[in-house]
């Protein structure tokens, strides 16, 4: 699976737009991105995937570039409960295989008032 | 619809002992996955189940091995404790045969060796 590169931190006021970036410059065709946050003392919690276009749901919105090789999820209007690790995955999509996700360290996100 | 159980929440184990740990999937989901998640660092990939069988493992030492049962639950197993095996023990569950699909994650189970 292709590595990933995250901030470590970031803040963001709460009700403003949360926008964390992810480079993934080694992506290959048939990875997809993922992302999940971890909150404290939870498990990991599915948000957003895509491939290639971007896609939007009631959480968040993820913006893939054209050349796959840096994605964006965007938090509309952030909230102190959005303080998390962030964590960006690409992830090989090939059925009857291990579908392991490799965790780097994610970004921190920091919500304040 | 309930999401990803694990039990039990929070062990206390000595060294050298041996224990297991529980994991109920989604509804529907047929494969499970193992994760390690040591303090200050992401989860890393232990093994997946699907249908009964190993798909995947991480690397890990035989002292971890795992089994998934028909009704898709699935219990790890760690033999011969270390106090480096502390740890959140994730559970993640998720429809296998679609290239997609997402993987669900429990809340863990928090093992402390001593």
């Known amino acids: 699976d292709a590595k990933t590169t995250q901030p470590p931190s970031m803040d963001c006021a709460e009700g403003r737009a949360a926008n964390l970036p992810c480079n993934h410059s080694t992506i290959s065709g048939n990875e997809y991105v993922y992302w999940y946050r971890q909150i404290h003392s939870q498990g990991p919690q599915y948000i957003i995937h895509?491939?290639?276009n971007n896609e939007t749901n009631e959480m968040a919105s993820l913006i893939i570039t054209e050349d796959r090789k840096s994605s964006t999820l965007i938090l509309p209007h952030a909230t102190l409960r959005d303080t998390a690790v962030y964590y960006c995955i690409v992830r090989a999509a090939i059925t009857g295989t291990a579908s392991k996700l490799t965790f780097g360290t994610g970004t921190r996100l920091q919500v304040t008032l | 619809d309930a999401g990803v159980t694990q039990s039990p929440t929070h062990l206390i184990k000595t060294r050298g002992q041996q224990v297991t740990l529980r994991c109920s999937p989604i509804s529907g989901h047929k494969s499970v996955s193992w994760y390690q998640q040591v303090l200050g660092q992401g989860p890393q990939f232990i093994f997946q189940y699907y249908e009964k069988e190993e798909r995947g493992r991480g690397n890990f030492p035989d002292r971890f091995s795992a089994r998934q049962f028909p009704n898709y639950s699935s219990e790890l197993n760690v033999n011969a404790l270390l106090l480096g095996d502390s740890a959140l023990y994730l559970c993640a569950s998720s429809i296998q045969g679609r290239d997609n699909s997402p993987l669900h994650f429990g809340n863990g189970t928090r093992l402390t060796v001593t």
């Open positions: 895509g491939l290639k």
